[in-house]
Nanobody, 123 residues
Framework: QVQPVESGGGLVQAGGSLRLSCVAPGRTFSDYTMGWFRQAPGKEREFVAGIRWNNYSTYADSVKGRFTVSRDNAKNTVYLQMNSLKPEDTAVYYC?????????????????WGHGTQVTVSS
């Protein structure tokens, strides 16, 4: 079992960058597939990026080429580097974990969630 905790959100101008971190303490962090999701006001939670234990990753089309997900299993941490941010990236960003298995784009398929961190991109 892991309990993700996100950090690194904030206010940034369009075109800027932020790096989100998610620490998930637990002995078996490397066994978990990790996902980043986001939810804007009035919208459903949507998949952003995911990464497996072996660093295989996948991205939503809306962030490809701008966001990079990575993980450090020794530090029980997954990162989301966000570059060339746009106002439409404004949302609460959540880190999620599911034991083993493939990267899933549906939130329901993740077992553990953080409380989220706010990212606001001004135009």
């Amino acid at each position: 079992q892991v309990q993700p905790v996100e950090s690194g959100g904030g206010l940034v101008q369009a075109g800027g960058s932020l790096r989100l971190s998610c620490v998930a303490p637990g002995r078996t962090f490397s066994d978990y597939t990790m996902g980043w999701f986001r939810q804007a006001p009035g919208k459903e939670r949507e998949f952003v990026a995911g990464i497996r234990w072996n660093n295989y990753s996948t991205y939503a089309d809306s962030v490809k080429g701008r966001f990079t997900v990575s993980r450090d299993n020794a530090k029980n941490t997954v990162y989301l580097q966000m570059n060339s941010l746009k106002p439409e990236d404004t949302a609460v960003y959540y880190c999620a974990a599911r034991p083993h298995g493939s990267i899933q784009i549906i939130p329901f398929n993740y077992d553990y969630w953080g409380h989220g961190t706010q990212v606001t991109v001004s135009s």
